[in-house]
């Protein structure tokens, strides 16, 4: 266990800003998160800032604090904001927490192809149906038992009808078609990581059921370009209301996903 001070670090604002699907906060301050085969629970400290990362100093090092972008200086960005702005300042300091997570390219393809027109809780249990199903059983130091994300040779086991079985309706014939382009090498998962934005973004529209706003969330979320700036519905609305002339991405370039995370997360749950 290793206590770890950070600021704009906030695992609760991270859960809820729409990255991942596999984290929950189990009871108030405790949040336990599975990443591909790992497990990994934090704890609030009473400390500002402080939390305990139930993992040992390597794991911590190679694993998580690149997961968690933690060497990054997110203060620096909110710096950049244009003060004359006063609705991205807002949304910035109300997400305040949140950081740009570094993700498992594989996971993050199936996992945004199963958000499409879909809410939070119906993409955690298609997340959790793959994983039980057709991932592997794990159990952490402290007798956690988790079960891993399924990869692609994994995932060829489940037929459409055994996806549609477990809930995923459509998205069904995506996932299949997926798992054999990439198993057919059709799309190289290696090839993508050393892309840079456009290509990649280009490359992963080749796969069934991904358009741009879904490679855009790839992109920013698993290969951590941070120029990607998915566009939602959440988004639209911002863009048309608040910046009616056009988002200034120039001001911003090399990261305008960290803002489109703060915007997402403040329409979302700051306006209300």
Known sequence: MITVT??????????????CFRMEEVKEGVWEL??????????????????????????????????????????AYKKRIDPADAYLVRA????WGIRILRQ??????????????????RIRRNVQFLAKRYGRRCVS???KVYYSFPG???LAQATEADLRAGGLG?????????????LGDQV???????????????????????GGKVADCICLFALHHLEAFPVDTHIKKVLEEQYPEGFPFERYAGFQGVLQQYIFYYDLHGRH
């Open 6 to 19: 950070k600021e704009h670090f906030s695992p609760g604002q991270i859960l809820s800003s729409g990255q």
């Open 34 to 75: 599975v990443a591909g085969d790992r497990y990994l629970k934090i704890e609030e400290t009473e400390e500002a800032n402080a939390f305990r990362f139930h993992c040992g100093e390597e794991e911590l090092r190679d694993f998580w604090g690149p997961y968690f972008d933690l060497e990054e200086d997110y203060g």
């Open 92 to 95: 910035a300091d109300f997400g």
């Open 104 to 121: 498992d390219l594989w996971e993050m393809i199936v996992t945004f192809i199963i958000s499409q027109q879909n809410n939070i809780r």
């Open 141 to 143: 130091d402290e007798g």
């Open 152 to 154: 692609p040779g994994e």
């Open 170 to 182: 459509y998205r069904s014939r995506y996932i299949r078609k997926t798992v054999e382009m990439v």
């Open 188 to 210: 190289d998962l290696e090839a993508l990581e050393e892309m840079d934005y456009p290509p990649a973004r280009a490359e992963l529209m080749r796969l069934c059921g991904v």
